[in-house]
């Protein structure tokens, strides 16, 4: 099995920052993408960031500029959040998805961190 574990969040003013991390741990030989999702109460899940061993780092046009995703190594990420603002709160939830020998590839989300922007 693979545990994906977020940590980070808290509470913040608007125009501050806050940095997500994603641990991966568990019975993988790698992580071919990470991803971060926003969910709110009453909502699904929203697409903010992921970053893919191929091609690199992509963002969701509300993100764009402000955060930045990044790999600090094989068994973990970071979100990068700055100049947060009021409608960044929501539950941030890390998925990663891995290769494992002879099966399919297989993505797993960890249980989110909370993320409140308020004055």
């Known amino acids: 099995q693979v545990q994906v574990v977020e940590s980070g969040g808290g509470s913040v003013q608007p125009g501050g920052s806050l940095r997500l991390s994603c641990s991966v741990s568990?019975?993988?030989?790698?992580?071919?993408?990470m991803a971060w999702y926003a969910q709110r109460p009453g909502n699904s899940r929203e697409f903010v960031a992921q970053i893919h061993t191929g091609t690199g780092a992509r963002y969701a046009d509300s993100v764009q500029g402000r955060f930045s995703i990044s790999r600090d190594s094989a068994y973990s990420g970071n979100l990068q959040m700055n100049n947060l603002r009021p409608e960044d709160t929501a539950v941030y939830l890390c998925s990663v998805s891995v290769v494992r020998v002879g099966r399919p590839l297989t993505t797993y989300w960890g249980q989110g961190t909370q993320v409140s922007v308020s004055s």
């Open positions: 568990g019975n993988f030989r790698s992580i071919s993408h």
